[in-house]
């Protein structure tokens, strides 16, 4: 075999090989911009207050954009508990800004990352590759990325405490799916 094929298939192994964050794990850290253009930094943010970290599709999405609104039954108890809700989306900055007026009120204090090159979501191995034949109806509706990178996020969401360690994480390859209210709920009141 080729000594290039055989890279490339060590590496595609590899990072299939490796898992989501799970329960216990410590997370990687994210240091980045967010699309306010204010300086991020998973660890620091998280040593203060523990971080809800959601994975969004983007705004074509109506089961992302479901689960968002639907945050709003707990945004009480993420107040008490002091939660920082940070999303990150490989949408458009564009789309990233409608869905933040439709679905989050002036009272929900969310941070939005644009992961414009997929880096994070590959760094946390929820990164997936839209098929060819669906690249097109990705480049019109404006869902993808920055139109080089044909990769969404799984349906992911990760609750991290101030160790940076994960106390509650949800994938799945089902866009359709995410935890529900009252599970969330219930592993944020255990903080």
């Not at 191995?125 to 034949?133: L, R, T, Y």
């Not at 996020?153 to 949800?170: E, F, G, R």
Request: aromatic share 12%.
């Amino acid at each position: 075999m080729n000594p290039i094929y055989s890279i490339a298939l060590f590496s595609l192994i590899y990072h299939w090989g490796l898992s989501q964050p799970t329960k216990g794990q410590k997370v990687q850290n994210i240091h980045t911009v967010t699309t306010s253009i204010e300086e991020f930094d998973l660890y620091e943010k998280s040593k203060n207050q523990p971080i809800l970290l959601i994975f969004y599709r983007g705004f074509y999405s109506q089961s992302c954009n479901k689960f968002l609104k639907n945050l709003a039954h707990i945004q009480s108890l993420l107040d008490e508990k002091n939660v920082l809700t940070v999303v990150v989306t490989p949408d458009s900055p564009q789309n990233i800004e409608k869905a933040r007026q439709k679905f989050l009120n002036s009272s929900q204090k969310y941070i939005f990352i644009h992961d414009y090159n997929c880096k994070i979501m590959q760094d946390y191995k929820v990164d997936i590759q839209i098929a060819k034949s669906k690249e097109n109806f990705y480049k019109i509706s404006g869902f993808a990325n920055n139109k080089n990178y044909f990769i969404l996020p799984m349906s992911s969401t990760i609750l991290i405490d101030h160790n940076q360690t994960v106390v509650y994480a949800y994938h799945s390859k089902n866009p359709r799916k995410r935890p529900s209210i009252k599970t969330l709920s219930d592993e944020i009141s255990k903080l």
